[in-house]
């Protein structure tokens, strides 16, 4: 199984940016590298993310310790605002490094290898979360089914296996797939490269569309199911996920589809009133006027670049973490499965 990140005395990232020409592997020395892959997509996916940002932390301890043994506490509070601040949507990111970064005054002596021991520990708990996951949400996908999927939430996305996936690859085993459509995902074409390239490796049958054919495609395939990750579920059941998420729920509900999102607990952020308080990550209008670096718009012509956006929790028919499962997710059936209860 194709992992994005490992560690080895430093942070090494598959250049995700790079797939699928060619399997290329970046090392992050220092914490700025870490910042850096994050915010330029070396490194993508919320929990994928996540545990590089909580390597990042592990980084910058080594970093300030080697630089003063007395206030290596101060020296580092840069570089976890850096950290938490190189991607604004997905929660998993702050998440991760406040995680591994509590109670620093608390840690004596070199704290280097205490959080890089809770990096690690994140790291293979986002793995045993997606196989669960994948079993509790391939239990509702009926034999025969066919699928749809968005962007990439897949084992590239995650500490592997995958959320959408992940759910997508243990219904393939339990031989209840018969096909998947993956949506190219403009303008980084997360699906076309990555989600089709994940699947067909692993011998998943799967066609690649057209974003604006997702709707055309549900009705004339008869789509069983969407299946998607997330980057931030608020406290109501709003969840953030890539641009045309919304769109895709839209259309699921009008034609009877099923729209399900699969994603850990440390997407939800209960700190999050409602989907109206996410922060919707811009980036740059060249991803929309150029395609691999070639402009085709008009001189002069100008783009908006919103990558995320915001699905209500009314149009989500069933929410899969590796809690459990909740139907119609709601404020209180949210705060119940993460209090455990
Ligand atoms: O901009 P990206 O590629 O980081 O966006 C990724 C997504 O939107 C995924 O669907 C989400 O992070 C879930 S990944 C398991």
Same mark, same amino acid.
Request: cysteine-free.
């Given at each position: 199984m194709i992992s994005p990140l490992a560690w080895d005395d430093a942070l090494v990232l598959l #250049?995700?940016? $790079?797939l699928p020409e060619c399997e290329l592997y970046l090392r992050c020395e220092d914490y700025r590298s870490v910042v850096e892959a994050i915010t330029t997509m070396v490194v993508r996916g919320a929990p994928a993310i996540g545990i590089a940002g909580a390597y990042g932390v592990a980084l910058a301890a080594r970093e300030a310790y080697a630089h003063s043994r007395d206030d290596w506490r101060t020296y580092i509070v840069p570089a976890l605002a850096a950290l938490r601040a190189a $991607?604004?949507? &997905?929660v998993n990111l702050a998440w991760a490094v406040d995680l591994v970064a509590r #109670? +620093?005054? =608390? +840690?004596? /002596? #070199?704290p280097t290898a205490a959080i890089l021991a809770r990096a690690t520990a994140l790291h293979r708990s986002d793995r045993a979360a997606n196989e669960r996951m994948g079993e509790l949400g391939a239990a509702l996908i009926e034999p025969g089914a066919k699928v749809m999927t968005h962007c990439n939430a897949g084992a590239l996305a995650t @500490?592997?296996? /995958?959320t959408a996936l992940g759910v997508i690859r243990s219904a393939y085993h339990l031989g209840r797939l018969q096909e998947v459509f993956a949506t190219e995902t403009r303008p980084w074409l997360q699906g076309a490269r990555l989600t089709a390239w994940e699947l067909h490796k692993d011998g998943i049958p799967v066609r690649l569309i057209t974003d604006s054919s997702a709707a055309h495609v549900m009705r004339a395939e008869q789509v069983s199911w969407v299946i998607v990750g997330a980057d931030r579920i608020a406290a109501n059941g709003d969840v953030a996920n890539k641009i045309g998420t919304f769109g895709l729920a839209l259309a699921a509900r009008a034609l009877g589809v099923r729209f399900m999102v699969a994603a850990p607990l440390?997407?939800? #952020? +209960? !700190?999050? @009133? !409602?989907? @109206?308080?996410i922060a919707i990550e811009e980036r740059s209008s060249d991803e929309v006027l150029q395609v691999s670096g070639k $402009?085709? &718009? =008009? &001189? /002069?012509v100008t783009a908006l670049n919103p990558v995320f956006d915001v699905t209500p &929790? @009314? +149009?989500?028919d069933v929410l899969v973490t590796e809690a459990g499962l909740l139907e119609r997710p709601s404020r209180e059936g949210l705060a119940r499965l993460v209090g455990g209860t």
């Open positions: #250049d995700q940016r $790079r $991607r604004p949507t &997905a #109670d +620093l005054p =608390a +840690l004596t /002596g #070199d @500490a592997g296996y /995958g440390s997407t939800v #952020d +209960l !700190n999050t @009133a !409602n989907g @109206a308080e $402009r085709f &718009a =008009a &001189a /002069g &929790a @009314a +149009l989500i």
